[in-house]
């Protein structure tokens, strides 16, 4: 029970594939309570159907698009959690149209837009949330090697992840007098709703099992592990960092 008498929020999940969902079990099962987020309240639905079957687990929404929505949270959670020790931020989005034209062709409206719900709602997040979470708390983000590679057909959300990451460091700079830590999580390709709307995710992912140093594959589990780790306190002193978990393919150059 690790992360027994923790509170806190893992934003967002549409169902029992999103890596936040996996998150939210393991840091559950770890002894926390978690709210666990839904972008609007039709994916609140089935987001309460998830949790309805964990007795530290509830629902709560938010659309990362709108200031007034993330202060609408901000000020729920002080209500029902008071402090919280953990926030999660597991969202991203961008254009179809995006996703699958040549880089080239992105829009300024679809830049902004993936720069967005997937960077900016970081910052509006910690913002809003900062007299909410408790001193020595920690705020893990997920990102993913287009940050600083060109995985072709991830495009512009490589972008967004290497706005995420360098948001990361200045929050972790921000908020570290107050002991809290600001992480990121670097999954390997892992197949959710989201991940789909890259194109030759099935393939991506054989590759990267076979290519990756650790053999065999890895997942849901991995990353909610590796997520448990950086709100526990056994991450105390680890801050601003990107920690892969992809097997380790990320240091391979063939
Ligand atoms: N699946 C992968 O291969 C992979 C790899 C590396 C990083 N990631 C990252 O993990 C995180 C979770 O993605 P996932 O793969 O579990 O997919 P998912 O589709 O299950 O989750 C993505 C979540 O983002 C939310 N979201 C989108 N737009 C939003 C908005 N405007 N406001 C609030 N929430 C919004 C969705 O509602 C959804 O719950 C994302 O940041 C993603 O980029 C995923």
Redesign the pocket.
Known sequence: MLLEGKKGLV?????D?????SVARVLHEMGAMVGV????AR?RERVDALVADFPRMRSHA?????DDEIAALAAEAKGIYGEVDFLV?????ASKESLSNPFVQTSREDFGLALD??AF?LVALCRHMEPVIADGGSVV?????GSTRAVVGYNV?GVA?AA?EACVRYLACDLGHRGIRVNT???????????RG?GG?IEM?DYVHQKAPLKGTFG?AE?AATTAYLVSNLSKGVSGQVIFVDNGYNIAAM
């Open positions: 934003l967002n999940v549409t169902n594939k999103s890596i936040g969902w987020g839904a972008q609007n994916m938010v659309d990362f698009a709108q931020h597991s969202a991203a989005f719900v997937s709602s983000a997920m990102s993913y090697l959300m992840k995420l999580v670097s999954p390997g390709p892992i197949n959710t709703v989201s991940a890259v995710l992912i849901q990353v």
